[in-house]
């Protein structure tokens, strides 16, 4: 059986001509906020700037993108960095250690630096070439 597989799944239909649905209603959520700033302050004068600053915002909304994602993500992200709780980690310095902790941290030291063996840089650098060499080799399924 043969299937539609859906293609361009990240893009939004436009709806209202030019226009996607949140765009539209971003746009017309300013425009009717506009009309209620202007019917409160009754006087064109007045209620300029606050209708510019309202249909500016409305339209940074529906059209500006950073990063390719939506300005509603990058204000919502702010918003939730400023008002959100933060935490803090400051890490103390330690004091000196008592004479009995120093001799059980210091046996402690010894035993571990026997047991791992220190590798020279260019036997790392042997190790990372083989296995880098190795997942190229098997990442092809066609080439087992």
Known sequence: MRFQVPQFIEVEDKIFGPLTLKQFIYLAGGG?????????????IWAFVPMVAIMALSAT????????????????SAFKYYFGHKLYIWKKADKTPPAAAQSAASSQ???ASVMVPKISDSKLKDLTWSLDIKESMYSNPNQK
Do not use: D, H, Q
């Not at 009717?32 to 064109?44: A, D, I, K, P, T």
């Not at 500006?64 to 939506?70: A, G, Q, V």
């Open 109 to 111: 030291k010894n035993y």
């Open 61 to 76: 909304f529906a059209f500006y993108k950073i990063n390719n994602k939506p300005f509603v993500n990058v204000a919502e």
């Open 32 to 44: 009717g906020l506009s009309f209620l700033v202007y019917e409160l302050l009754r006087s064109l």
